[in-house]
Nanobody
């Protein structure tokens, strides 16, 4: 399995970015997909997750109402639309993939991780 995240960059506060994560290998459509982020000097923080068919989504309180996770199983890709960005959203964002995942907000529940894409929000 390979996960390739992209779409990060530098944006001003209030702006938007759309992250993408393309997966290859093991069956994408049966997997749970999650986004985590890691700010400098901090641990991985759960951002959002989506179930295999896209029927359910979950968000950290800090991003609820601003971020939207979605997936396209035909393209083996998961997205994270980030609006109204704040400086505190600055971090490296990672996509993660799991099967049989119970705790969607727990990093160790995921089997594979992408390489990360950096998001910097200036004030």
């Amino acid at each position: 399995v390979q996960l390739q995240a992209s779409g990060g960059g530098l944006v001003q506060a209030g702006g938007s970015l759309r992250l993408s994560c393309a997966a290859s290998g093991r069956t994408f459509s049966s997997s749970v997909m999650g986004w985590f982020r890691r700010a400098q000097g901090k641990d991985h923080e759960f951002v959002a997750a989506i179930t295999s068919n896209g029927g359910s989504t979950y968000y950290a309180d800090s991003v609820k109402g601003r971020f939207t996770i979605s997936r396209d199983n035909a393209k083996n890709t998961v997205y994270l639309q980030m609006n109204s960005l704040k400086p505190e959203d600055t971090a490296v964002y990672y996509c993660a993939q799991g099967w049989g995942t119970v705790r969607l907000d727990v990093p160790r529940e995921y089997s594979y991780w992408g390489q990360g894409t950096e998001v910097t929000v200036s004030s």
